[in-house]
């Protein structure tokens, strides 16, 4: 049964921290646990868990705000399960976090974790809600608002993360998936197969594979096929249902091929990246960039860049199989972050730049700014449609445009209303000395010059020129987010989380970026303090300064009082005779 925990908030008359002298509790209040107590525990919103406890009569829930503060804890600091525990149960500053006073308050035993996880992946598989994801949504804005940060101004960037699962090569897969087949069968399949299974369980996949040259892999693959083909169709009436045979079903599907009843490999050029790389991690996927061959997944990273905010916090995190496209995350991100944030200029780099982001960014009114751009680049002795000046409406239709020599004419639509004719009069083009590095061209009919361009021209052009402003300026706003998704993911070794699965790797991503806005404002806080102490001192050593001065006018009385006394006149002496 679901309870919303408040307890936190009515303190203890009396508390552990009664044992701490007044230095060392006002430290413990302006640690990274008191940040975390007051920017994260007391504005996480627990009532959406709520869905993820029975509605009837029963033993209240571990309160949802430990457990969700726990699991950003673990991913902040790369804790494992027990490291985890072992620091909510003994660490006085964890503890100080989670908003505990006393040492043994709200004691749980682990399985509550693990319990409270597969309910979290439960509800996303079937509602398709992140309960995570809009935990650190709202806690995020509400960070904002509290700080007033800026919001206009966005930067993107991905980054590339693995799993925790192994490295295969194909013959080492279809073992394993052999091998679990067998242990997905009862006792008596078990005894019909052995002779078919024999070859693939004297040992792991692994030593299966490891004798086995290059060269020498087509004939055991082959062999697989053949029995996989088998197993599938024998086995489909008592296992169809269950996950390990769905495994096999997928597996042959990429693997081979069927044609006039013979099984034959693929090669290996013909499998999709989407294919199956671990039967531990079904989600995960491969992608080659650059020299690097990735196995598992990517996660996005969008954070604000106002040079005015004291310091800038992670808005929205996307992870997703590293198969999928920049712009593909670009574009299911930017609806929400026009919502939240208002934004108007995104910084990104060339790899979100594409027709479909173009007709989002138009929608949603925002400015994309890319510090490097993708093709061919124009040719430096001829003019190009970036160097016109074009003015639009706010739905991105193109009124009028100005060629580099400042002739302005307006714009009409072609034969299409994606297509756009420019007519500049002939004369005046006549006497521009670049008229024959110019992309307009003359018309019989009325000698007058034409440029003709699309939507799409008008888009790259717009972005090559906003491209070149930005580098002219010196400035590098979107620089600092590759620092960021260091930063959430560096604490694992190798780019390697230690968890498997989309919705895990998606969940431990997330926390980290909470775990790191945290940081950056405790930060904040820890600078902020510094300055005022530093501007007491120069408030008290100026009162000082100027108590201990005396005034202009003690110096003119001083003076006045020094000449008096010189020039008195002096008074006779008295004599006493007898």
């Not at 600091?77 to 660490?91: G, H, V």
């Not at 804005?141 to 194909?170: H, P, V």
């Not at 299974?197 to 086995?212: C, D, E, K, N, T």
């Not at 420019?422 to 670049?434: D, K, L, S």
């Amino acid at each position: 049964m679901y309870r919303e925990n408040d307890q936190h908030l009515q303190q203890h008359l009396f508390s552990d921290l009664g044992s701490l002298s007044a230095k060392s509790r006002a430290r413990l209040d302006r640690s990274w646990g008191g940040v975390f107590y007051r920017e994260f525990f007391c504005r996480l919103d627990e009532a959406p868990f709520a869905a993820l406890y029975s509605d009837k009569a029963s033993r209240p829930n571990i309160p949802v705000n430990v457990l969700v503060g726990l699991e950003t804890l673990k991913a902040g600091f790369a804790w494992s399960d027990a490291e985890m525990y072992d620091a909510f149960t003994f660490d006085l500053q964890v503890r100080y976090a989670l908003g505990y006073r006393n040492l043994g308050d709200g004691e749980f035993e682990l399985r509550t974790v693990y319990n409270f996880r597969r309910r979290l992946t439960q509800h996303m598989q079937e509602t398709g809600e992140n309960l995570l994801d809009q935990a650190f949504v709202r806690i995020t804005d509400s960070q904002i608002e509290s700080f007033q940060l800026k919001t206009g101004k966005l930067r993107m960037d991905s980054t590339q993360i693995a799993s925790n699962i192994r490295q295969m090569t194909r013959l080492q897969l279809l073992v394993e998936v052999v091998q679990r087949v067998h242990r997905m069968l009862g006792e008596a399949d078990q005894e019909h197969y052995a002779t078919a299974f024999a070859p693939y369980l004297r040992g792991s996949s692994g030593q299966y594979v490891y004798h086995i040259r290059g060269q020498e892999t087509a004939p055991h693959m082959q062999a697989i096929g053949e029995l996989m083909q088998r197993l599938l169709v024998e086995l489909v009436s008592a296992y169809a249902d269950n996950p390990v045979y769905q495994t096999l079903q997928r597996v042959f599907a990429e693997q081979f091929t069927v044609s006039e009843n013979s099984v034959r490999a693929q090669a290996g050029r013909d499998i999709s990246p989407r294919s199956l790389h671990s039967p531990d991690d079904p989600d995960a996927t491969y992608r080659r960039k650059g020299n690097k061959e990735y196995h598992g997944y990517v996660t996005n990273v969008t954070e604000t860049c106002d040079t005015e905010n004291p310091f800038q916090l992670i808005v929205k995190v996307q992870t997703a199989p590293n198969s999928t496209e920049d712009t593909t995350m670009l574009i299911e991100a930017l609806p929400e972050l026009k919502e939240r944030t208002g934004v108007e200029t995104l910084y990104n780099d060339a790899g979100y730049c594409g027709p479909p982001v173009d007709q989002v960014l138009r929608q949603q009114q925002v400015e994309q700014v890319p510090t490097n751009l993708c093709g061919r680049a124009p040719r430096e002795d001829r003019f190009s449609l970036a160097d016109f000046q074009i003015s639009s409406t706010p739905d991105g239709q193109p009124i009028e445009i100005t060629c580099p020599q400042g002739q302005t004419v307006l714009v009409e639509t072609g034969r299409t209303p994606d297509h756009h004719l420019a007519y500049f009069a002939a004369a005046t083009c006549q006497t521009c000395p670049r008229q024959q590095s110019c992309p307009t061209r003359l018309r019989k009919c009325d000698q007058r010059r034409t440029l003709c361009f699309n939507r799409r021209q008008i888009d790259v052009a717009q972005r090559r020129r906003r491209c070149a402003v930005y580098r002219q300026s010196g400035k590098n706003p979107r620089a600092a987010v590759e620092a960021t998704v260091g930063a959430i993911k560096r604490r694992f070794s190798d780019d390697q989380l230690p968890v498997r699965g989309h919705l895990r790797m998606a969940a431990l991503m997330v926390c980290s970026a909470a775990m790191f806005n945290v940081r950056r404002i405790h930060r904040h806080l820890v600078h902020t303090r510094a300055l005022d102490a530093s501007r007491q001192q120069a408030i008290k050593r100026d009162a000082k300064l100027t108590a201990s001065t005396p005034s202009f006018l003690t110096c003119i009385s001083a003076l006045v009082v020094g000449l008096r006394r010189l020039f008195r006149p002096s008074r006779p002496a008295l004599s006493f005779g007898c």
